[in-house]
């Protein structure tokens, strides 16, 4: 398996809360910083935040304080915590391990 493999999305009513999830390869994880990346609609891809091998996190501007972003080495699995979701969070999120290596995605909707 090389595509990470991605799960948690879903319909979401303003307020709420979803957890995504991203498994990749053994061989990616331990080397590669990870990443969750979104999509909307009409927009280009942007990068809503990412934490490398070591564990250092960095956000988007727009989803400080609410997103939090982890990582289980032992499971080689990283995790998206969506909290307070806004009707703006709206968008097809992709789980990248670096070398050009992209999940399939994960639709969110948040309904206000």
């Known amino acids: 398996q090389v595509q990470p493999v991605e799960s948690g999305g879903g319909l979401v009513q303003a307020g709420g809360s979803l957890r995504l999830s991203c498994a990749a390869s053994s061989t990616i994880f331990s080397i590669n910083a990870m990443a969750w990346y979104r999509q909307a609609p009409g927009k280009q891809r942007e990068l809503v935040a990412d934490?490398?091998?070591?564990?250092?996190?960095n956000y988007v501007d727009s989803v400080k304080g609410r997103f939090t972003i982890s990582r289980d080495n032992a499971k080689n699995t990283v995790t998206l915590q969506m909290n307070s979701l806004k009707p703006e969070d709206t968008a097809v999120y992709y789980c990248?391990?670096?070398?050009?290596?992209w999940g399939q995605g994960t639709q969110v909707t948040v309904s206000s």
């Open positions: 990248y391990a670096g070398w050009g290596i």
């Open positions: 934490i490398t091998s070591g564990g250092s996190t």
